[in-house]
């Protein structure tokens, strides 16, 4: 049964769709994270709604959100380090 959004209070509905967003930006900084500027920032933007969606009832989302944003941080600047290493 799905749960009526529209019903919820304003304010944590705000905060679902926060954590939602976190775990979208993760998987897309997951995929951006070749092109490291790219996966920095949107690493970034992924954790902080992370952290906000966590006030919400979807914990656990935002959680995924957070986690996968940081493998995408760590990727992007690992990828970057091995490339400007690969320069030298």
């Known amino acids: 049964m799905e749960p009526d959004y529209q019903g919820l ?11 939602i967003a976190s775990v979208s930006l993760g998987i ?4 951006a994270a070749l092109v490291p500027i790219c996966g920095v920032f ?3 933007a992924g ?5 906000f969606g966590r006030r919400s ?3 656990k989302m935002a959680a995924i959100g957070i986690g996968l944003s940081i493998l995408g ?3 992007a600047v690992t990828y970057a380090f091995l ?3 690969k320069k030298f």
């Open 9 to 19: 209070d304003p304010q944590e509905r705000y905060y679902r769709y926060m954590a």
């Open 28 to 31: 897309i900084s997951l995929c």
């Open 42 to 44: 949107t690493s970034f």
């Open 47 to 51: 954790f902080a709604l992370g952290i």
């Open 57 to 59: 009832e979807s914990k």
């Open 73 to 75: 941080f760590m990727i």
């Open 83 to 85: 490339e400007y290493i």
